[in-house]
């Protein structure tokens, strides 16, 4: 576990830019009040991003993603059996295209969101 720890550490301290972009965007509850939790373990793994709350993972993919295919499929399978949804995206296409990045993070956000108010009889 101790490993485990030191390597969240690390991994905190090396965003990439991509993972810098997002995050100045999410932390602190920024993102539509959605609290999100970076290079953070679940089970064996360590996720990008999540929100606890609505059991949403970010990653941010780098080349080295196209290469371990199967390792990603063996991860996301993990991830998703314990009921997580999983929402990727290319380093490159969050540089770019930041905004709509986030517009369809707070899209899966907002999927199961409750309504505000209760709607009327």
């Known amino acids: 576990m101790k490993k485990n720890t030191e390597r969240v550490k690390a991994l905190r301290h090396n965003l990439t830019d991509a993972e810098k972009f997002l995050w100045q ?3 602190n509850r ?3 009040g959605f609290k999100f939790r970076r290079q953070h373990p679940i089970g064996p793994y360590i996720v990008d991003f999540v929100c606890i709350e609505k059991r949403i993972i970010i990653e941010v993919d780098g080349g080295q ?3 371990n295919t199967e390792l990603d499929t063996q991860r996301s399978k993990y991830l998703q059996e314990r ?3 999983i929402l990727r995206f290319w380093d490159n296409e969050v540089l770019k295209e930041g905004t709509t990045v986030l517009d369809v993070i707070l899209s899966s956000l907002a999927k199961d969101a409750p309504s505000p108010t209760p709607s009327p009889p």
Do not use: D, P, V
Request: aromatic share 8%; hydrophobic share 25%; net charge positive.
């Open 65 to 67: 993603h196209a290469e």
């Open 25 to 27: 965007r999410m932390r």
């Open 83 to 85: 009921g997580y949804r």
């Open 30 to 32: 920024e993102l539509s």
